[in-house]
């Protein structure tokens, strides 16, 4: 089944304490990105990547770290959360860039972290 | 800065009715427009994608119109039904600063009753 997954899917964590969420596709897309989704503030994109060792900076990428290593995964770091980290989280991936004619996005089913 | 709005933020209606609900965005050159449904506590599921060279996209009981030189999208529902009650979101994509874009609303929540 083609799908984007997230681990792990709720995570409550400490102020200062690193943590990783992963994200892999199995559709051999070359773009993938994340957003986090905030009441009042919509989907926000943070960080996205058009192929392996290309990544970009979204609107908010600040607090957080990706990286593509390979093409299938696109974990989201965050070295030292704070509590205005505290979000639903989403990855993305599809199989053009975000500019090409035709790509239709595929969502994971989000993960949602707090941060005390 | 590209800005999607979507209007009304909420709606309720009887199930059966036909609907529409809105998104507008302020720059007009973008290369597609995205609708989306997600459902409580959920990922967000695509409905429907119009290419920036299309006027309009259908699946089913959707329909989904683009008039890209207004800076506007419709996406109508017909012969609503309770299982349709979902926040609906749009997104468009656009260039912005060198950077590859997806910006979207923040979705209209839509409630449809037996």
């Known amino acids: 089944e083609a799908q984007v997954t997230q681990n792990p899917r709720y995570l409550i964590t400490v102020t200062g304490k690193k943590l990783t969420v992963t994200c892999s596709q199995n559709?051999?897309?070359?773009?993938m990105s994340w957003y986090r989704q905030d009441p009042g503030l919509g989907l926000r994109q943070i960080y996205y990547?058009?192929?392996?060792?290309?990544?970009d900076k979204g609107d908010v990428p600040e607090g957080y770290k990706v990286s593509r290593k390979e093409k299938r995964n696109f974990p989201l770091i965050l070295e030292s959360p704070s509590p205005n980290q505290t979000s639903l989280y989403f990855c993305?991936?599809?199989?053009?860039?975000?500019?090409?004619?035709?790509?239709?996005?595929?969502f994971g089913p989000g993960t949602r972290l707090t941060v005390l | 800065k590209q800005e999607v709005t979507q209007i009304p933020a909420a709606l309720s209606v009887p199930e059966g009715e036909n609907l529409v609900l809105n998104c507008s965005f302020t720059d007009s050159a973008i290369y597609n427009l995205q609708w989306f449904r997600q459902d409580p506590g959920k990922g967000l599921t695509s409905l429907l994608l119009i290419q920036s060279s299309q006027r309009e996209q259908t699946s089913g009981r959707l329909n989904a119109s683009l008039d890209k030189s207004s800076g506007r999208s419709t996406l109508y529902i017909a012969a609503s039904q309770p299982g349709d009650s979902a926040t609906y979101l749009c997104a468009v994509s656009n260039r912005e600063g060198g950077s590859e874009k997806l910006v979207f609303g923040k979705g209209t929540k839509l409630t449809v009753n037996p």
């Open positions: 990547s058009m192929n392996v060792e290309v990544t």
């Open positions: 559709m051999n897309h070359e773009y």
């Open positions: 993305a991936s599809s199989l053009l860039g975000a500019l090409a004619v035709y790509n239709e996005q595929f």
